[in-house]
């Protein structure tokens, strides 16, 4: 059974500053998405990561994957408030299997 | 587009009444899904559909669940009877073929008394 871990559950940081979300699956997987989800709001995609050493960025945030490693990363550059959400990583099976395990969650909170 | 529709926006109803939350997708989306979030379990899923089809229904908790796709336009979820505890955020999402990303719509809120 495919198992996500994401880390850290909970991150309260300054405007300003860079940190890193860590997403570990595990079992193999050739495929990893990144979404943001707002308060009361849904699920934004954000990256979609299909082959290992892939690097997507979009503003200041940043997203690879380690496919050997297992493992998927979210950078965030410079921190602003507006990054404030919680950010889920999910991983696909396989090609063929459209079903997404869902890790749960990084709630992020920029302080000004 | 308009991306996954998704109603109502909001239910409250009593225990033990049937609840039906419906889902439209993205036109020529070829799968569809259907999640329950809440702060406990996280985001699970409960089924998913390919073609119209019911492919895993693994994640349905229970008998009181039923899903279905009539056609390609649109789904619904039932809960019959609904308990308190099947109170939650409930999300449709769909995507095409290939490793596409999940499309979210705006969710269900449902608060059973």
């Known amino acids: 059974e495919l198992k996500v871990e994401q880390n850290p559950l909970f991150l309260s940081m300054q405007e300003g500053k860079n940190y890193t979300i860590y997403c570990n699956y595990s079992?193999?997987?050739?495929?990893l998405y990144w979404y943001r989800q707002d308060p009361g709001k849904s699920l934004e995609s954000l990256f979609v990561l299909l082959s290992n050493g892939a690097v997507k960025q979009e503003g200041r945030l940043m997203a690879s994957l380690d496919t050997k490693a297992r493992l998927s990363t979210l950078h965030i550059t410079a921190a602003v408030h507006d990054l404030s959400a919680t950010y889920f990583c999910?991983?696909?099976?396989?090609?063929?299997?459209?079903?997404?395990?869902f890790g749960t969650g990084t709630r992020l909170t920029i302080i000004p | 587009d308009a991306g996954v529709i998704q109603s109502p926006r909001h239910e409250v109803t009593e225990m033990g009444q049937e609840v039906t939350l419906r889902c439209k997708p993205i036109?020529?989306?070829?799968?569809l899904f259907w999640y329950r979030q809440t702060m406990m379990r996280g985001l699970e899923l409960l089924i998913y559909?390919?073609?119209?089809?019911?492919?895993?229904d693994s994640g349905m908790p229970e008998d009181r669940f039923s899903a279905k796709m009539p056609n390609a336009s649109f789904s619904t979820l039932k809960i019959q009877p609904s308990e308190p505890r099947d109170s939650a955020v409930y999300f449709c999402a769909t995507n095409g073929q290939g490793p596409n990303e999940q499309f979210f719509g705006p969710g269900t809120r449902l608060t059973v008394l």
């Open positions: 559909f390919n073609n119209n089809v019911p492919i895993d």
């Open positions: 079992t193999t997987s050739d495929r």
């Open positions: 036109s020529g989306h070829d799968y």
């Open positions: 999910a991983v696909g099976q396989n090609f063929g299997n459209e079903k997404l395990t």
